[in-house]
């Protein structure tokens, strides 16, 4: 790196060019402070500031020591920049003004300058031309302004959401440049990739530190950036037999429905049934009795038929989230303990999850951590359960007064990594790590270490653009960018509201999708009697259960991919720009994806469509259905149910294995 600070101007060049740039006249930092408004409903937040200052800081002192340079912002800010080697530049930040909250700096840009990551973003894999607002939160319902479903949602619940509303932000980006950047600050941030000279991070704290990286390529950058922050372990090998099926309603419900679908040639591989511990009933829909403890009067016998399941390959999954209901055995010794958070007036914060109350357990307090590390491992692990939907963690109110004091505007964001932990060191002091299958959708930036395998949250049932089954395409792929490589979601989306059900079309089209993906897995959904369910029509049984035997023959393919995440810290599902980083269409595109190296997939989106137009990147490509190569460039392939869009690389040395599905499905 050549840092240079003279006659009044800062400049940082590198192998990409030039990373900081700052002078009297165009500064790259503003301080200042601002009043937030933040109305919290149900875990979605409506943010709003009142700034009363903005000061660019143009002139600076610079003092060269030991750490680097350090350089004194009108005696308002301190940074200290420094590059240990050729490819690394860190800003070590702090305030010298108390009274300072608010921090904007700019990082210069270019014109044609592509940018992803910032965690999740399930509306926008490239981030340039618009701001993101990072918090973690509900990712909305329909999440697009001008629909009814997102108009519905937020009048009688405030919870549309907007294209930047995600479960999983991150202040971490990667820039088409060829760098990474990362900011040490877990406050309100807001990336803002609008202008055409510079972006402008905006934080509601100042950040401990920012570092940037430079690469050869994208895909050694996504790789460096995994390789700090950490990376996901591999999955459990019994997860490639087959689908995990999502039901709900007791033994001999479920038993049932199991034994029908295997009968009818669905590959299982888990049940996943996240009423283990018992249903409430809200205007919601169907929702769980946060208490979490085997429900043995809806599920009896339950202990003999996991055993059961197991003879058989299968593995039993249950359900668990970081809150207790206040009318549950669990919130009673947790409350005689004191662990969990609490309000202004010193009593326990309960928040409204929707008709019940739950209290919020307090990670800062290492006895009420511990407490519910042992919750899981006792009434999960020891009872046999080999996976779990570790739901929630956005929820952390910015009210609460937590155990160690630390200001909740600032716990917020690193809540999820927390949760996230909790789970890892269970199945790490039980031995189980790489055995159970352990799934989250709230994340930060550190969650990848912690978390095996991300979900995509709570899509609507249908196949709107920005809350749809394509939304799990642009989310997977730009946590991707941020070192999340194993990803899922709810095959036929979860969220049913105001009219809007699933159909057996959906279903497929998503089962589709899933089948090329690290893990299969069904979900009833919020309404499960008003949606369509596989099981309710044969002929879907089969046609899934197709999908699902293409999916274990994948599994040799599968576990490489998976294996090469771990290693290196490339997704399974990657972006086309990793691979093909010269090709301006592939530096955009977030309708497509590739499985591994050598697998393309373009999931069927759009109601009633039998075909699917699509860009291949320059290579040799085969249709997997048809055998027909292909070279590069757009292209429209038949894709009726069942047969989705995929192409693999000639080259490829499992093009064998490939061709071998295709003759047999």
Not at 25 to 31: D, H, N, S, V, Y
Not at 151 to 170: H, I, L, M, Q
Not at 206 to 228: M, N, Q, W, Y
Not at 623 to 646: F, M, N, Q
């Amino acid at each position: 790196m050549d840092i240079r600070c003279e006659n009044g101007i800062v400049s940082v060049g590198s192998r990409v060019g030039e990373l900081l740039s700052h002078s009297s006249e165009a500064p790259m930092l503003f301080a200042g402070r601002g009043e937030p408004s933040i109305d919290m409903y149900r875990g979605n937040f409506k943010i709003e500031d009142y700034v009363e200052s903005r000061v660019p800081l143009r002139s600076f002192s610079a003092e060269k020591t030991e750490a680097g340079v350090e350089l004194t912002f009108e005696n308002a800010l301190r940074v200290t920049v420094s590059s240990s080697d050729d490819d690394t530049l860190e800003l070590a930040l702090s305030a010298l003004d108390p009274d300072i909250n608010r921090l904007w700096l700019r990082i210069p840009a270019e014109k044609d300058e592509h940018c992803y990551g910032c965690g999740e973003q399930m509306s926008y894999f490239d981030l340039r031309g618009r701001h993101f607002p990072l918090w973690t939160s509900e990712p909305g319902v329909g999440r697009d302004k001008t629909t009814y479903v997102t108009w519905r949602s937020d009048v009688e619940n405030k919870a549309g959401g907007d294209y930047y509303n995600t479960n999983f932000p991150a202040p971490l980006y990667v820039s088409s440049r060829r760098y990474w950047l990362w900011a040490d600050c877990t406050a309100y941030a807001d990336f803002d990739f609008r202008h055409e000279s510079f972006h402008e991070l905006q934080f509601w704290a100042v950040p401990k530190k920012i570092r940037i990286r430079t690469g050869e390529s994208l895909l050694a950058l996504v790789s460096d950036l995994s390789a700090f922050f950490g990376r996901q372990s591999t999955l459990p090998d019994w997860v490639y037999r087959g689908a995990v099926l999502g039901l709900q309603g007791g033994t001999e419900r479920v038993s049932e429905i199991v034994e029908r679908s295997r009968k009818l040639g669905v590959a299982v591989s888990g049940v996943w049934c996240q009423d283990w511990e018992g249903k409430r009933v809200t205007s919601f829909g169907k929702r769980l009795q946060w208490d979490w403890r085997w429900n043995e009067s809806m599920y009896p016998g339950l202990p003999e038929r996991i055993k059961a399941y197991e003879k058989d390959g299968i593995r039993f999954l249950g359900y668990i989230n970081p809150y207790l209901v206040n009318d549950g055995l669990l919130f009673r010794e947790g409350a005689e303990k004191g662990y969990f958070a609490l309000n202004d007036r010193g009593e326990i914060y309960l928040v409204d999850f929707g008709e019940f109350y739950c209290g919020v357990v307090d990670f800062t307090n290492p006895a009420a951590f511990a407490w519910f590390k042992e919750i899981i491992k006792k009434n999960l692990i020891d009872f046999g359960l080999r996976g779990w939907m570790a739901d929630f963690g956005e929820y952390l109110p910015i009210d609460v007064r937590l155990y160690d004091g630390t200001d909740p505007m600032l716990a917020h964001n690193a809540w999820p990594v927390e949760w996230a932990r909790c789970n890892y060191e269970a199945l790490k002091e039980c031995g189980l790590l790489g055995e159970a299958l352990v799934f989250m959708r709230a994340g930060g930036v550190g969650t990848q270490k912690y978390c095996p395998l991300l979900w995509a949250g709570d899509q609507s049932v249908d196949f709107s653009v920005h809350d749809g089954l394509i939304s799990v395409v642009s989310g997977t792929l730009s946590a991707a960018m941020c070192g999340c490589g194993l990803n899922h979601s709810d095959i036929g989306g979860y969220t049913s509201l105001f009219g809007n059900c699933r159909t057996k079309e959906l279903f497929l089209r998503w089962a589709e999708m899933a089948a090329f993906s690290p893990v299969m897995r069904t979900h009833e959904g919020n309404r499960p009697d008003e949606n369509f369910q596989y099981y309710d029509d044969e002929d879907c049984i089969v046609r899934f259960g197709r999908l699902t035997r293409i999916y274990a023959s994948l599994a040799p393919y599968l576990r490489k991919a998976v294996k090469e995440n771990s290693e290196t810290g490339i997704g399974v599902q990657r972006p086309l720009l990793l691979h093909y980083e010269g090709d301006p269409r592939c530096m955009t595109e977030q309708t497509e994806y590739l499985l591994g190296r050598d697998v393309l997939v373009a999931p069927v989106y759009e109601e009633g469509a039998q075909t699917r137009t699509l860009y291949l990147p320059a290579d040799e490509w085969i249709h997997l259905w048809s055998g027909k190569r292909c070279g590069g460039g757009e292209i429209t392939v038949d894709a009726p149910l069942g047969y989705p869009a995929v192409f693999y690389r000639a080259s490829s040395p499992d093009a064998a294995l490939f061709a071998a599905i295709a003759g047999q499905f």
